[in-house]
């Protein structure tokens, strides 16, 4: 398909790895909150968090003040800790959610900090506002409703861009970045997409997990409480990102964490996991904590804008991904993973994680050849959408294949149709070092004058690198009754006649997901050789359940009607007036060849 244009969880999108089971610390009665209105300057409280391995310390907390409306009827406690390593590392990525308590009544998070202070000064959110701010039921909250966004509009949607990477209602008071351990993947992987990572408001760092948090186990029997470290998973398996946070507040099964948005997705489902922190890192700008995560224990159902909240022993429906690759030089090597079902966090994802496989088994230098075939599945009754590629560079085709390959699902899921949710995600990828790439030199046939019932043979020739030289042909036997006159012979590769019938698809063109993926499925793959037999008419392509479908040369009062853009009939269908109607169409396999070129040759159908 020209998409250019344009070991344990296999068979369910059901997270199925045995949740570690988890003791909530118990209290003999309800915790009480601090009432907002009786904080001033000067009060003294203390805070909780891990600073080493998952052991809950205590540290301290002096009021300075209330900075009020710091957005719409937003309340944000300003004060300064102290205690253990603080005076040395100032306030800690992977301290938001650290509940601060007064009196022994639980205040709120700490959730915002100053890059550079000299001081560990923080901005404490409210338990009140965490616990108003989330919902916990996912079928209380309506789906929104979904305009049709590009994939690669993600990287710049203010909604999704958090407040730690850019200017903040808070003034020089920002949102603290959450770290962003990314276990298994490559250094050029973080360097690739670190960039896209901090538009989302997380710090990314080279992950210490050595396992995948779904299996392995830190041995320990603390229970989860006020304080404790979480990672949350977005991708999970043979390779992790997790976020890491820490617990404020615990409800029952209830738990409330970080004090401000994560990725501000709204509802969600995100598997999270107790962790443990390996080391304090100091910085001048933010000092941040290095986590290894335990078992899953939970879900994050909720993430909104001053709290995520989720749910202990609850299980988490992830969407499956696989990914087989077979290399030229190092073998085959096989992945599995399941990541957060979102549409705008799915492709990137997968994206980062194709990027990372490719990288680490292939040369991101010279020449190379990447073939990549894929399925998605859906859990509605959808057709599969399929994804078929291949790349060809003298660089950088390693980045070239990760992105454009998940160019289709990024389409469709962020097409704006409601209910599409994915049910699996799988690629084959096969890599060489070679450059498999052919250019049409030359093309004729074997007649030019024909008759109704007559045979014509095609044939191309192809070139390549190092003298190479490939003939392809094919017979074609003109129809009885043909009209007579000139027919045209065009021998293309797929790109060429993939954009006159696709330049016009926008997302919102298509008025369901059937037609969208029928679509998207109907592009002709580029490492073929196409002939397009046709006749010099008007036509016009219709897409939808039948994209490749034809009205060819209609009367003009009927062609003035379809080519009105504001008529009824054009707006109620996705149609390309196309010079050229089409009588057949064949293919010709090149033995995985990238085909580039194409020729129009004419024959005259006599009597």
């Known amino acids: ?59 301290q907390v002096e009021i300075l003040g209330i900075l009020r409306n710091v957005g719409p009827k937003q ?42 202070s000299k001081e560990p000064i923080a901005g404490i959110q409210p ?18 409703a979904l305009e049709a966004t590009s994939y690669w509009s993600f990287f710049h949607s203010t909604r999704r861009t958090n407040d730690a990477a850019f200017p903040t209602p808070y003034g020089n008071l920002q949102q603290m970045l959450l770290p962003l351990a990314m276990s298994g993947f490559t250094p050029a992987t973080l360097q690739t997409f670190s960039e896209q990572f901090r538009h989302l408001g997380l710090e990314p760092l080279q992950g210490l997990s050595a396992a995948s948090p779904a299996t392995a186990a830190n041995g320990s029997t603390t229970p989860l409480q006020p304080g404790s470290m979480i990672s949350v998973g977005l991708l999970t398996g043979d390779m992790n990102i997790v976020a890491d946070g820490t617990v404020t507040y615990i409800d029952g099964k209830r738990v409330y964490a970080f004090g401000h948005r994560f990725l501000d997705i709204g509802t969600v489902e995100m598997p999270f996991a107790q962790s443990e922190v390996v080391a304090l ?49 190092t073998g085959t090597h096989d992945y599995h993973f399941q990541l957060v079902n979102d549409r705008f966090l799915t492709p990137f994802l997968t994206q980062t994680a194709l990027f990372s496989i490719l990288d680490a088994t292939e040369r991101s230098l010279g020449r190379g050849t990447i073939r990549v075939s894929g399925e998605v599945t859906w859990e509605d009754n959808l057709p599969p959408l399929q994804i078929r590629d291949t790349f060809v560079s003298d660089s950088n085709v390693l980045q070239q294949a990760a992105a454009d390959a998940v160019v289709p699902l990024g389409f469709v899921l962020g097409a704006g149709f409601r209910g599409i949710r994915p049910k699996k995600i799988s690629f084959h990828v096969e890599a060489s070092e070679s450059k498999r790439q052919l250019r049409l030199a030359q093309a004729w046939t074997s007649t030019h004058d024909v008759h109704p019932g ?11 690198e190092n003298g190479l030289q490939i003939s392809r042909s094919l017979t ?83 062609a003035l009607v379809l080519a009105d853009p504001s ?35 004419q024959v005259e159908v006599k009597e």
């Open 1 to 59: 398909m020209a998409i250019s244009f344009l070991r344990s969880y296999r068979t369910s999108g059901r997270f199925l790895a045995p949740l570690l089971f988890c003791t909530v610390a118990l209290t003999a009665a309800p915790q009480a909150f601090y009432p907002l209105n009786d904080v001033r300057p000067g009060l003294r409280g203390t805070g909780r968090t891990v600073f080493s391995a998952g052991h809950i310390e205590d540290f």
């Open 281 to 329: 890192i100091p910085s001048l700008n933010t000092s941040f904590k290095l986590s290894t995560p335990g078992n899953w224990i939970g879900t994050i159902l909720s993430d909104r804008n001053t709290a995520i909240a989720g749910e202990i022993g609850r299980t988490a429906h992830t969407v499956p991904l696989e990914i087989d690759l077979r290399s030229g030089s």
């Open 567 to 601: 008529s009824s009939a054009s707006s109620n269908a996705a149609l390309t007036l196309i010079r050229g109607s089409r009588v057949a169409e064949l293919s010709i396999p090149t033995s995985g060849y990238v085909i580039s070129g194409a020729k129009t040759l």
């Open 127 to 144: 338990i009140e506002e965490m616990i108003r701010g989330t919902s916990l039921d996912p079928r209380s909250a309506p789906e929104p």
């Open 454 to 464: 007559d045979s014509v043979e095609i044939t191309a020739l192809l070139e390549g």
């Open 476 to 558: 074609w036997r003109i129809p009885p009754g043909a009209p007579l006159g000139l027919l045209n012979f065009t021998i293309s590769d797929g790109t060429t006649l993939n954009f006159p019938e696709f330049a016009g698809l926008t997302q919102s063109s298509l008025r369901t997901a059937l037609d969208l993926i029928h679509t998207i499925n109907a592009f002709r793959d580029n490492d073929a050789l196409y002939v397009r037999i046709w006749r010099q008419e008007p036509s016009f392509t219709i897409s939808g359940p039948s994209p490749s479908a034809e009205i060819s040369d209609p009367p003009p009062s009927v």
């Open 75 to 116: 309340v944000i406690i300003l004060a300064r800790l102290s205690g253990g390593p603080l005076a040395q590392t100032g306030i800690l990525q992977g301290m938001s959610g650290s509940p601060v308590y007064i009196d022994g009544k639980l205040l709120g998070a700490v959730a915002l900090g100053f890059p550079f």
